[in-house]
């Protein structure tokens, strides 16, 4: 499918599914506007990968878990897209593993705050736009600890479950507006991130082929 004119914007673009994400899209025709919170020397090599493919990249730093600069996250995306935005691909996320009776409140916070609440808070703010161009599409990364859960990850899995439940909200939103909506969720996925973590065992299971995502389509 051509992307040619359309614009896609990628939060925690830089490394891993995201950067993966940028790459692909740009070579379907799509500008890529890729989102860091402070690995800036990944995301620039996230931007050289796509401009070397002969596609068209910029950064935008900021935390999407704040307010303010979600919303200024979005602007420069749609600044950068001459006033569209196209794609919206919710990525960036965390891990702050530990047993749960372990685990401290910051720590809770912290996964929960980037991986579901900054999720929202782009949504929110990526929506009206879409909206005004009455067309728009937003991916939500998610996993398989959201469906099944997985030890020691009590705050991933519940912000990658909620992850899945706004979706499903955003689809039974638009359904109400006569629009189409589409929603999917994979099999998990694997990353430098994921694999340092997990056990031999668990590294042999997962395909390397393969994302866990929720998509609201309008």
Request: proline residues 1%.
């Given at each position: 499918?051509?992307?040619?004119?359309?614009?896609?914007?990628?939060?925690?673009?830089?490394?891993?599914?995201?950067?993966?994400?940028?790459?692909?899209?740009?070579?379907?025709?799509?500008?890529?506007?890729?989102?860091?919170?402070?690995?800036?020397?990944?995301?620039?090599?996230?931007?050289?990968?796509?401009?070397?493919?002969?596609?068209?990249?910029?950064?935008i730093?900021?935390?999407?878990?704040?307010?303010?600069?979600?919303?200024?996250?979005?602007?420069?995306?749609?600044?950068?897209?001459?006033?569209?935005?196209?794609?919206?691909?919710?990525?960036?996320?965390?891990?702050?593993?530990?047993?749960?009776?372990?685990?401290?409140?910051?720590?809770?916070?912290?996964?929960?705050?980037?991986?579901?609440?900054?999720?929202?808070?782009?949504?929110?703010?990526?929506?009206?736009?879409?909206?005004k161009?009455?067309?728009?599409?937003?991916?939500?990364?998610?996993?398989?600890?959201?469906?099944?859960?997985?030890?020691?990850?009590?705050?991933?899995?519940?912000?990658?479950?909620?992850?899945i439940?706004?979706?499903?909200?955003?689809?039974?939103?638009?359904?109400?507006?006569?629009?189409?909506?589409?929603?999917?969720?994979?099999?998990?996925?694997r990353?430098?991130?994921?694999?340092?973590?997990?056990?031999?065992?668990?590294?042999?299971?997962?395909?390397?082929?393969?994302?866990?995502?929720?998509?609201?389509?309008?």
């Amino acid at each position: 499918m051509s992307l040619e004119g359309r614009t896609a914007l990628i939060t925690g673009g830089g490394r891993g599914i995201g950067r993966a994400t940028a790459i692909r899209l740009s070579r379907d025709g799509a500008r890529i506007a890729i989102n860091y919170k402070g690995n800036a020397e990944a995301a620039e090599e996230a931007r050289r990968l796509v401009e070397k493919g002969g596609g068209k990249a910029t950064l935008i730093q900021g935390d999407v878990s704040v307010d303010d600069q979600a919303e200024n996250v979005v602007k420069s995306a749609l600044a950068f897209g001459e006033g569209r935005l196209d794609i919206l691909v919710n990525n960036a996320g965390i891990t702050r593993d530990n047993l749960l009776v372990r685990m401290s409140a910051e720590d809770w916070d912290a996964v929960v705050d980037l991986n579901l609440r900054g999720a929202f808070l782009v949504t929110k703010a990526a929506m009206r736009p879409m909206m005004k161009q009455r067309s728009g599409r937003i991916v939500n990364v998610s996993s398989v600890a959201g469906v099944v859960g997985n030890a020691g990850q009590a705050n991933y899995a519940s912000a990658k479950a909620g992850l899945i439940g706004l979706t499903r909200f955003s689809n039974r939103w638009r359904r109400r507006s006569s629009s189409r909506s589409r929603s999917a969720v994979s099999a998990r996925s694997r990353t430098s991130r994921t694999l340092s973590r997990s056990s031999p065992r668990t590294r042999r299971a997962t395909s390397p082929v393969r994302s866990s995502s929720s998509t609201a389509e309008w």
